[in-house]
Protein backbone atom coordinates (compact mmCIF):
# COMPACT_ATOMS: atom_id res chain seq x y z
CA UNK A 1 0.00 0.00 0.00
CA UNK A 2 1.18 3.56 -0.80
CA UNK A 3 0.25 6.37 0.69
CA UNK A 4 0.85 9.81 -0.53
CA UNK A 5 -0.46 13.03 1.75
CA UNK A 6 -1.91 16.50 0.06
CA UNK A 7 -3.30 19.44 0.37
CA UNK A 8 -1.11 20.67 3.06
CA UNK A 9 0.32 24.76 2.82
CA UNK A 10 0.49 28.00 4.11
CA UNK A 11 -2.15 29.78 6.12
CA UNK A 12 -3.44 32.11 8.58
CA UNK A 13 -4.78 31.46 11.68
CA UNK A 14 -8.08 30.91 11.86
CA UNK A 15 -8.23 29.48 8.42
CA UNK A 16 -8.75 26.35 7.00
CA UNK A 17 -7.29 23.48 5.23
CA UNK A 18 -8.25 20.14 3.43
CA UNK A 19 -5.86 16.91 3.57
CA UNK A 20 -5.88 14.21 1.52
CA UNK A 21 -4.64 11.05 1.76
CA UNK A 22 -4.57 8.99 -1.99
CA UNK A 23 -3.92 5.81 -2.25
CA UNK A 24 -1.83 3.36 -4.78
CA UNK A 25 -1.90 -0.59 -4.55
CA UNK A 26 -4.00 -2.67 -2.90
CA UNK A 27 -7.42 -1.01 -0.89
CA UNK A 28 -7.30 0.56 2.04
CA UNK A 29 -11.24 -0.31 3.13
CA UNK A 30 -10.01 -3.00 5.23
CA UNK A 31 -7.70 -0.43 7.21
CA UNK A 32 -7.95 2.10 10.07
CA UNK A 33 -6.30 4.97 8.30
CA UNK A 34 -4.69 7.78 11.05
CA UNK A 35 -3.22 11.20 10.58
CA UNK A 36 -0.52 12.23 12.73
CA UNK A 37 1.50 14.60 12.53
CA UNK A 38 5.17 16.31 13.52
CA UNK A 39 6.08 19.62 14.54
CA UNK A 40 10.07 20.71 14.48
CA UNK A 41 12.01 19.17 16.90
CA UNK A 42 9.00 17.22 18.48
CA UNK A 43 7.80 13.74 18.53
CA UNK A 44 5.55 12.30 16.00
CA UNK A 45 1.88 13.13 17.76
CA UNK A 46 -1.73 11.24 16.69
CA UNK A 47 -4.12 13.73 15.68
CA UNK A 48 -7.05 11.44 14.05
CA UNK A 49 -7.87 8.40 13.15
CA UNK A 50 -11.00 6.61 11.13
CA UNK A 51 -12.48 3.09 11.41
CA UNK A 52 -12.27 0.90 8.27
CA UNK A 53 -16.07 1.38 8.22
CA UNK A 54 -16.08 4.90 8.85
CA UNK A 55 -18.67 4.62 11.52
CA UNK A 56 -16.49 5.96 14.47
CA UNK A 57 -13.64 8.64 14.58
CA UNK A 58 -10.53 9.48 17.08
CA UNK A 59 -9.31 13.03 17.68
CA UNK A 60 -6.51 14.45 19.90
CA UNK A 61 -7.80 16.76 22.54
CA UNK A 62 -6.08 19.36 20.35
CA UNK A 63 -8.08 19.59 17.18
CA UNK A 64 -11.00 17.83 18.63
CA UNK A 65 -14.30 20.26 17.18
CA UNK A 66 -11.87 21.66 15.08
CA UNK A 67 -11.07 18.43 12.58
CA UNK A 68 -12.78 16.33 10.79
CA UNK A 69 -12.07 12.94 9.41
CA UNK A 70 -14.03 11.12 6.83
CA UNK A 71 -13.09 8.56 4.18
CA UNK A 72 -14.23 7.49 0.41
CA UNK A 73 -13.80 3.90 0.74
CA UNK A 74 -14.81 3.69 -2.93
CA UNK A 75 -12.23 6.78 -3.75
CA UNK A 76 -9.53 4.97 -1.67
CA UNK A 77 -9.08 8.08 -0.43
CA UNK A 78 -9.07 9.58 3.47
CA UNK A 79 -9.68 13.38 4.06
CA UNK A 80 -8.70 15.60 7.32
CA UNK A 81 -10.64 18.60 7.60
CA UNK A 82 -8.60 21.29 9.04
CA UNK A 83 -10.54 24.35 10.62
CA UNK A 84 -9.76 27.40 12.79
CA UNK A 85 -6.31 26.54 12.32
CA UNK A 86 -3.76 27.54 15.00
CA UNK A 87 -0.16 28.23 14.90
CA UNK A 88 0.84 25.22 17.14
CA UNK A 89 -0.76 23.29 14.34
CA UNK A 90 2.24 23.73 12.21
CA UNK A 91 3.64 20.53 11.56
CA UNK A 92 4.12 17.70 8.35
CA UNK A 93 1.13 15.92 8.60
CA UNK A 94 1.18 12.05 7.58
CA UNK A 95 -1.33 9.49 6.81
CA UNK A 96 -1.43 5.86 7.65
CA UNK A 97 -3.02 2.74 7.48
CA UNK A 98 -2.99 -0.13 9.52
CA UNK A 99 -5.21 -2.93 12.02
CA UNK A 100 -5.13 -0.07 14.77
CA UNK A 101 -8.45 -1.17 16.91
CA UNK A 102 -9.15 0.40 20.29
CA UNK A 103 -6.62 2.31 22.27
CA UNK A 104 -4.08 1.45 19.65
CA UNK A 105 -5.70 3.51 17.28
CA UNK A 106 -3.72 6.30 19.20
CA UNK A 107 -0.25 4.88 18.76
CA UNK A 108 2.07 4.97 15.62
CA UNK A 109 3.33 1.59 15.58
CA UNK A 110 -0.05 0.18 15.30
CA UNK A 111 0.33 1.41 11.45
CA UNK A 112 2.28 -0.44 8.84
CA UNK A 113 2.09 1.84 6.21
CA UNK A 114 2.78 5.35 6.04
CA UNK A 115 3.04 7.86 3.46
CA UNK A 116 5.53 10.88 2.43
CA UNK A 117 3.64 14.32 4.57
CA UNK A 118 2.47 17.50 3.74
CA UNK A 119 3.83 20.31 5.12
CA UNK A 120 1.07 22.88 7.30
CA UNK A 121 2.21 26.05 8.13
CA UNK A 122 -0.09 28.43 9.85
CA UNK A 123 1.13 31.66 10.93
CA UNK A 124 -0.03 34.07 13.93
Known amino acids: VQLQASGGGLVQAGGSLRLSCTTS????????MGWFHQAPGKEREFVSA????????YYADSVKGRFTCSRDNAANAVYLQMKNLKPEDTAVYYC??????????????????WGKGTLVTVSS
Open 50 to 57: IRASGDRT
Open 96 to 113: AAGYAILSTVYVDGAYGH
Open 25 to 32: GRSVSSYT
